[in-house]
């Protein structure tokens, strides 16, 4: 049987009218809560395997221990609202990283253009901008460790345990503030029973992958557990100009573990890891274009005509043929390691003492092409990133089965990041970019090599010093009633410089410097002065604009309160109110001095949640049914804004605060076994977040002709108002085979997502899509040996999952696909 799923037991959209007429005699409720509170990591035991699921009977659902408050919990026992998807189901159905498990969480979702342009969100809210000097509204800790950059969480996930999605502000005990949730990913720790697992898959697109695991003991008193592995896979996308194949994978990874157990009272885990990522991704695919705005009028300077200008045809053609012609091969090089210390103390009374110390790199180097043309306009547009962090979390918690539990304890956290945005211009660049604007006066004879070669350095270099204090307590009034309320004061210091240098191209001195052109009566300016202004024009140097530093610093309170109640041993109920915080960051990017609305520190943003919620279980545990009510409003909302420049003529974006955001709806989650062998998962969500005011927003395209627009009531970027997610699998027995018990298997899933808006520079839609996978298989019943077949995408649906504009086209779009039919074989062994 696989390993069932936790917390929230889902349904969805899909489910039957007799879950949804149990649902509504049930009443409302809420998976809410406050993802934090009392802390007791599980004491481990010398010589004896981690902890399991506990066994169900053979027709009930099974349960699986959390720690999403940091102690170890029944999922329906903890007023969280969470949803937990077990390390046996994970491997089952062969998901092995984010982009694989968001499709089970209908409120997560998770889109990658690329590792450092990574973007989560959580009911509607998370952070889809990516700039160094700002944090994440959804955070990602591994054992207890925070990934500060989301793209250290694209990388194969090794050897898990379960994965918790945490929904709502974590605000009180979770490492860094958070306001819009957390993924808490737990991996498996070593063993002193030996045992080693091995599973290899092939597939078409020439898809390979080996992952091994093996652990035992040292000795009496040392466990050790070491993971590996290898994927390997074709690209999706054909790129006709260059004849590669582009949007590939390839990823390998190691992890190392020690257990240190000398006494009942004492354990240190030691971690060390590492992976390394080398994909000729991601580039988009031409999808349409343009050719008048809104009110009628054509397009001056779309595509079309731009490319007709350099003698160019585009490659527009049905998006899913996959098919590109950029003249650069993408390519992104991603690195990450580090390693990290666990050890808790039991003390006198029952007392647990926690220090968790860690220190991780990641490094980020591409070669992109956005303007995902076949011109030579863009010849390199690349980000290198290097990030490095420290952080360390002492914590005391009293003990289990107090009247009152509680936690204290005290977080640093340091992160210093190296970035350098690199563009560097081909030899189109000029006759590409100038009609319509100000260059165009210009003659090409002097503009293109002007721009021909011609580069730009921004780089910038934040660093973070954080310091927190954070303590939580549950009082249990009597056995039904319990009152949980926390608080964490937050301190923050931030240093940021950044400077842009601009290099390369023919010398400026090889240019005349004798003023004999003339520009206006009586004006005459130098071929030097118009290479410069030429360069000035996609390439700013203003002072004051560049070569800054800058220092932040800010203190502030989150936290919150819950009250559960069990009006039985099957029924919980609870209203929560938790206050999230996300720092204020530093913009280290470009910032116009003629603009009069950009800041260099943007403000903090809160989030204060309000939830009610139910988790039930019916019929003997063969039903289990959690619903959430959810409301949060979110004041200095940051994202990326827009800026009309009245002597250019021109727009541009930038970051700002863009007023308030609410989010708002009601999930379900449910499971059940109605029959022995037979296992139906359901999860659903309807979620309305949308801006309660935001103006001078960016323009949809049709409307990118006005000199401002307004987003006020427009649904949030990255928020489908439905989605949902169902799934079954039936097991059946078919016999001995050498002297072992062989059951069959066949397990399916559907999710959905309505439309959404793709990102917050444009505001283009993607639309609504459903994705199938199934996977058929046999197995011994003490899973030493396990063989399946899988498709996923069933049916081929053809689906975008983000939708952008190209550099320096007006009308112009591009889409990144969703992953056509993919099938495969997949063989496990045990021993």
């Known amino acids: 049987m696989r390993e069932k799923f936790a917390a929230a037991p889902r349904s969805s959209l899909l489910i039957s009218k007799t879950i949804g007429l149990l649902l509504a005699s049930t009443a409302f409720a809420s998976t809410c809560a406050f993802a934090a509170a009392t802390t007791e990591p599980a004491q481990p035991q010398k010589k004896t395997k981690p902890a399991e699921i506990a066994v169900a009977s053979p027709a009930q659902i099974e349960e699986i221990v959390v720690t999403a408050r940091k102690r170890s919990e029944k999922s329906q026992d903890v007023p969280v609202a969470l949803t937990v998807l077990g390390g046996k189901h994970l491997q089952d159905v062969g998901a092995v990283n984010i982009r694989d498990i968001y499709r089970e969480v209908p409120t997560l979702q998770v889109t990658i253009p690329n590792a450092r342009n990574t973007t989560l969100n959580i009911r509607g809210l998370g952070s889809g901008i990516a700039n160094d000097g700002l944090e994440n509204a959804v955070g990602v800790f591994v054992d207890g460790v925070y990934y500060a950059r989301p793209g250290s969480a694209t990388f194969d996930l090794l050897d898990l345990e379960r994965v918790e999605v945490l929904r709502g502000p974590q605000g009180t005990v979770f490492g860094k503030n958070t306001t819009a949730g957390a993924l808490n990913i737990t991996t498996s720790k070593p063993s002193f029973k030996p045992q080693t697992t091995v599973d290899v898959s092939a597939g078409n697109y020439n898809y390979k992958q080996v992952r091994a695991t093996t652990t035992g003991p040292v000795n009496d008193v040392l466990a050790y557990r070491f993971s590996v592995n290898k994927t390997t896979r074709d690209g999706f996308v054909d790129n006709v100009r260059l004849g590669v194949d582009q949007n590939d994978y390839n990823d390998i990874g190691f992890r190392g573990q020690i257990l240190y157990v000398p006494n009942d009272n004492f354990d240190l885990r030691v971690t060390a890891d590492y992976d390394k990522q080398r994909n000729h991704c991601c580039i988009g695919v031409l999808k349409d274009h343009l050719t008048t705005y809104s009110n009628g009028a054509p397009f001056a300077n779309g595509i079309l005509s731009r490319s007709a200008a350099i003698g160019y045809t585009p490659l527009f053609v049905d998006p899913f043929e996959r098919k590109t012609d950029s003249d650069v091969a993408i390519l992104n090089k991603t690195n990450q390691h580090g390693f990290s210390a666990e050890a808790n103390w039991g003390v006198g009374g029952g007392y647990t003492l926690t220090s968790i110390t860690a220190y991780r ?63 560097t211009f081909g030899s189109d660049a000029f006759k590409y970019i100038s009609p319509g604007t100000a260059l165009a006066a210009i003659p090409s004879a002097l503009g293109t090599p002007a721009l021909t070669g011609f580069t730009t350095d921004d780089h910038a270099e934040p660093k973070t010093n954080s310091y927190a204090a954070f303590g939580q307590g549950t009082y249990h009034v009597d056995d039904q009633l319990s009152l949980t309320a926390g608080l964490r004061y937050t301190w923050e210091n931030k240093t940021a410089s950044f400077i842009r240098t601009n290099s390369g191209g023919v010398p400026l001195s090889a240019f005349s410097s004798v003023p004999n052109i003339q520009i206006a009566p009586s004006v005459f300016v130098s071929q030097q002065y118009l290479v410069a202004a030429v360069r000035n024009g996609v390439a700013p140097t203003a002072a004051g604009a560049t070569d800054f530093t800058q220092e932040h610093s800010e203190g502030a309170l989150s936290g919150g309160t819950s009250l559960n109640y069990k009006f039985t041993d099957d029924l919980l109920g609870y209203v929560s109110f938790n206050r999230g915080y996300k720092s204020g960051g530093i913009n280290v990017a470009y910032i116009s001095p003629s603009n009069p609305n950009a800041k260099r520190v943007l403000d903090p943003e809160t989030a204060n949640s309000y939830e009610i919620g139910l988790k039930s279980e019916w019929f003997n545990n063969r039903l289990r049914l959690n619903t959430a009510l959810f409301w949060e409003d979110v004041k200095n909302y940051q994202s990326t804004a827009m800026w009309y420049n009245s002597a250019t003529g021109t727009t541009t974006s930038y970051l700002a605060n863009v007023g308030k955001v609410r989010s708002r709806g009601i999930e379900i989650d449910a499971q059940a076994v109605p029959i022995e062998g037979l296992t139906i998962t359901t999860a659903g969500a309807f979620t309305d977040a949308k801006y309660l005011s ?31 997610y169902v799934g079954a699998e039936y097991e059946w027995p078919l016999g001995d085979l050498l002297s072992r018990n062989v059951h069959a298997y066949v397990s399916g899933d559907y999710n959905y997502k309505s439309p959404a808006q793709s990102g917050t520079s444009n505001y283009t839609w993607v639309g609504a899509y459903g994705v199938a996978n199934l996977r058929v298989g046999t197995r011994f019943v003490d899973r030493s040996l396990d063989v399946s077949l899988w498709a996923n995408n069933l049916f081929d649906e053809k689906y975008y999952t983000a939708i952008g504009t190209l550099s320096f086209n007006e009308g112009a779009t591009a889409a990144f696909l969703g992953d056509p039919r993919t099938v495969g074989i997949t063989v496990r062994t045990t021993f």
């Open 361 to 423: 790199e990641w490094a980020f180097d591409p070669t992109n092409d956005w303007d995902y043309l076949g011109a030579s306009i863009l010849a390199a547009n690349n980000t290198v990133s290097h990030q490095s962090q420290f952080s360390q979390e002492l914590r005391i918690a009293s003990p289990k089965g107090e009247k009152l539990e509680y936690v204290g304890g005290l977080y640093y956290f340091w992160q210093h990041i190296k970035s350098d945005n690199i563009n």
């Open 694 to 724: 935001f103006e001078s927003a960016p323009c949809t395209l049709e409307d990118s002709y006005k000199t401002s627009c307004s987003a006020t009531g427009k649904q949030v970027p990255g928020a489908p108002r439905w989605s949902g």
